[in-house]
């Protein structure tokens, strides 16, 4: 099975910045859309960002837009969240999640997520 | 943006009861519509797709219908491993919005 694990999430002061990153293993990462999902204390599921297979498109939600960037390194089958300008609404747990298609889709993998808190 | 709004936002129920989620857009997302399952502390699970189709491995209790603005979400018989909270999520259209959530509990 597809494996996806987060790394990177910790405790980090507002307006500061943190890099996250998920690595996989077991499938062609090359091959697949990867996405960004959050999840604040307590709330629901929010998509934050997608990055195509070959990196070339990024997509944001309009809450993160301009401050967090995503990419996607293929030869070491893993993706990144450079997330900048933090406020305390960024506060949630990171999942990474393996899209469906090339270009989007579904999430049909994962990870189990690593935590953000934003807090003096 | 697409709206995705998900009823009830949380639904009581007994082991056997036939449960029902419904999940509505703000504009047609054709079938583009996922269903996921969230246990307390794990991260979400893929039970549908392409509004109707089941992912490989979810029991068959589970079905998902629906088209255009309109989707619902069926459990046939709840079992208590069923108790959780479920969302829907859109797919046709940048950025790709989840309903909610619905709590499904005893």
């Known amino acids: 099975d597809v494996q996806l694990v987060e790394s990177g999430g910790g405790l980090i002061q507002p307006g500061g910045s943190l890099r996250l990153s998920c690595a996989a293993s077991?499938?062609?990462?090359?091959?697949?859309?990867m996405s960004w999902v959050r999840q604040a204390p307590g709330k629901g599921l929010e998509w934050v960002s997608l990055v195509t297979d070959s990196g070339r498109s990024t997509y944001y939600a309009d809450s993160v837009k301009g401050r967090f960037t995503v990419s996607r390194d293929n030869t070491k089958s893993t993706l990144y969240l450079q997330m900048d300008s933090l406020t305390a609404d960024d506060t949630a747990i990171y999942y990474c999640?393996?899209?469906?298609?090339?270009?989007?889709?579904?999430?049909?993998?994962w990870g189990q997520g690593t935590p953000v808190t934003v807090s003096s | 943006d697409i709206q995705m709004t998900q009823s009830p936002s949380t639904l009581s129920a007994s082991v056997g009861d036939r449960v029902t989620v419904t999940c509505r857009a703000s504009?047609?997302?054709?079938?583009?519509l996922a269903w996921y399952v969230q246990k307390p502390g794990k991260a979400p699970k893929l039970l549908i797709f392409?509004?109707?189709n089941l992912e490989s491995g979810v029991p068959s209790r589970f079905s998902g219908s629906g088209s255009g603005t309109e989707f619902t979400l069926t459990i046939t018989s709840v079992q208590p491993d069923d108790f959780a909270t479920f969302y829907c999520q859109q797919y046709n259209s940048y950025p790709f919005t989840f309903g909610g959530g619905t709590k499904v509990e005893i």
């Open positions: 392409k509004a109707s």
């Open positions: 077991s499938v062609t990462f090359s091959g697949y859309a």
């Open positions: 504009q047609s997302i054709y079938n583009w």
């Open positions: 999640a393996k899209a469906s298609g090339a270009y989007g889709g579904y999430n049909d993998f």
